[in-house]
């Protein structure tokens, strides 16, 4: 055996999660990598004088997980912020708005994010709720997903947005009956408003991501990766990585095309620079990120088939695709051949299958090559496209967390796109039985960033404090060893860090 290892961990029950590994119950580690597995005798050889030897009484040992998307500034600043993810209904959240206004007085704007679409009587809120706790100051929270924003009538008057504002091009206001927007923003329109929030500081964003990272590791966290890093938030993250901070292994990804402030025409030379700047302090910024669509609930999410209208039968929207198809295969083409990889955001079917067909066209355009794209959240996926992720190479960057019987998300979306349709999403199992890539992410603060209740949805389609219900979809489960490698090494493979990390191997 070589020389002493710094740090041996025996008698526990190693999970290597590596294909072809033999069981194994102990691990050594020199130098930062792994240098021994097996059984504690094989391992005992590797302990010297100086070996940390920690003794695990039949304790598991996993490879570190890794989150394939993760929002982790946004994890950080939730609590700069009026928070409201956990609050049960609309009565909480006005009480919590009213609370943080009156003990931020010095606020210019109040902010903050997580409601749920079902705790309102209807899928969106009202300005006038708002009006009632804070009237003086502008206020715009932001729903957990990030894709509608409710704003007050300050909010609104500030911004100039009235019945005579025509809505932008890739978002909505919602309106009252006399065209007076009601408050509630979707989408492109959000930044109608957000626009005027003032940007929180650099120093508050470096520590939201030291504060976010501390509990990503408490969660078992120690690879992410950051879907859509705005310009503003990069300093941040480049400042960690350069100063030691940063022990995550972390992918910044930059967002393609931006919304609001101006449609960038040319994003390259921006993502290029980014890439750049991020280099030199030895982050990866090498990754673009899509939105394709929006989401279900704002009926924004991109379908094949229509929305349903009021009288249940199939309407006529189908929602927008946010780009055309032949930008987006023309944007992956020329991104693969500056050496970027693609993280798409797509919900409904449609959107999984621009993303997919734009892949196909940089294939036929630039050849086989060792690419890493990733198609996220496939809330809803045509047959006929499943088999197209493993033909592609692309890999499938699940929310498993999701994919429950949830009665709020079922109230809402069966109205909209009809039962077949909802007890179609999330179709991991047949995803994984084409022989998919498969990576897992949490979409965290979307919903948590827990890896272990992430993975007893996936394996069991059952919500963690729902435990004697029927599973939901029952063939589309994971077993326990595919949702371990999608939560380690398969989110490796999408980070290209699967050659050092995410299994415990030599
Ligand atoms: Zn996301």
């Known amino acids: ?37 097996g059984t504690t005798a094989d391992v005992e050889g590797l302990i010297g004088p100086s070996t940390r030897v920690i003794r695990l009484s039949g304790e598991t040992v996993l490879p570190g997980f890794q989150d394939a998307h993760c929002h982790a500034v946004y994890g950080g600043l939730m609590h700069t912020e009026c928070n409201l993810h956990e609050l049960p209904d609309e009565a909480a959240y006005l009480v919590a708005i009213k609370a943080w206004a ?67 091009e890739h978002g909505r206001f919602i309106r009252d ?4 927007p009601t408050g509630a923003l979707v989408e492109g329109a959000v930044s109608a408003v957000s626009r005027l929030v003032p940007e929180p500081s650099h120093e508050t964003l470096v520590q939201a991501l030291v504060d976010s990272q501390r509990q990503l590791h408490a969660w078992g966290i120690t690879a992410w990766h950051d879907p859509g890093v705005n310009p503003e938030w990069l300093p941040a993250y ?35 620079a980014g890439r750049e700047s991020s280099r030199t302090v030895g982050l990866r910024s090498d990754v673009v990120k899509f939105f394709l669509d929006g989401v279900f609930e704002s009926q924004t999410a991109y379908l094949l088939e229509p929305y349903l209208d009021d009288d249940g039968r199939a ?3 189908r929602s927008r695709a946010d780009y055309g198809q032949d930008e987006l295969d023309a944007a992956v083409i020329e991104l693969e051949r500056q050496g970027f990889d693609c993280h798409f955001h797509a919900i409904g079917d449609a ?6 067909d734009a892949v196909a066209a940089a294939r036929a355009a630039n050849g086989p090559r060792d690419a890493r794209h990733s198609i996220a959240h496939i809330e809803l996926i045509d047959r006929t496209d499943i088999p197209r992720f493993a033909e592609l190479g692309v890999a499938a960057n699940m929310q498993p967390f999701w994919a429950h ?26 995803l994984q039985r084409t022989g998919a890539r498969l990576a897992i992410g949490s979409d965290w603060t979307v919903t948590t960033a827990d890896p272990l209740q992430i993975l007893e949805v996936a394996i069991r389609r059952i919500f963690p404090t729902q435990r004697d219900d029927p599973p939901w979809r029952p063939d589309q489960r994971l077993d326990l060893d595919t949702a371990l490698a999608a939560a380690t090494v398969g989110s490796a493979w999408v980070s290209r860090i699967e050659s050092d990390t995410g299994t415990i191997e030599v």
């Open 238 to 272: 480049q400042e960690v990585m350069a100063d030691g901070r940063l022990t995550a292994r972390v992918v910044a990804a930059q967002q393609w095309k931006r919304w609001g402030k101006e449609r960038e025409a040319d994003p390259l030379p921006r993502l290029l």
């Open 405 to 430: 019987l949830d009665p709020e998300t079922r109230d809402i979306q069966v109205p909209l796109i009809g039962p077949d349709r909802y007890d179609a999403r999330y179709a991991f199992g047949d």
């Open 315 to 317: 309407g006529t929207d």
């Open 351 to 356: 959107a999984v299958r621009q993303a997919l």
């Open 102 to 168: 009156d003990a931020h007085p010095d606020l210019e704007w109040i902010s903050g994010d997580g409601w749920h679409y079902g705790t309102f009587g209807s899928p969106m809120p009202h300005r006038s709720a708002l009006d009632r706790v804070v009237s003086d100051r502008p206020v715009i929270l932001s729903a957990f997903d990030g894709h509608t924003a409710w704003v007050n009538s300050r909010a609104l008057e500030l911004a100039g947005i009235g019945p005579e504002t025509a809505d932008p």
């Open 1 to 37: 055996m070589g020389r002493p290892a710094d740090l041996v961990l025996a008698g526990g029950r190693v999970e290597p999660v590596a294909p072809r590994a033999a069981p194994a119950d102990a691990v050594a580690v020199t130098d930062g990598r792994i240098s021994g597995v």
């Open 177 to 180: 009956d006399d065209g007076m």
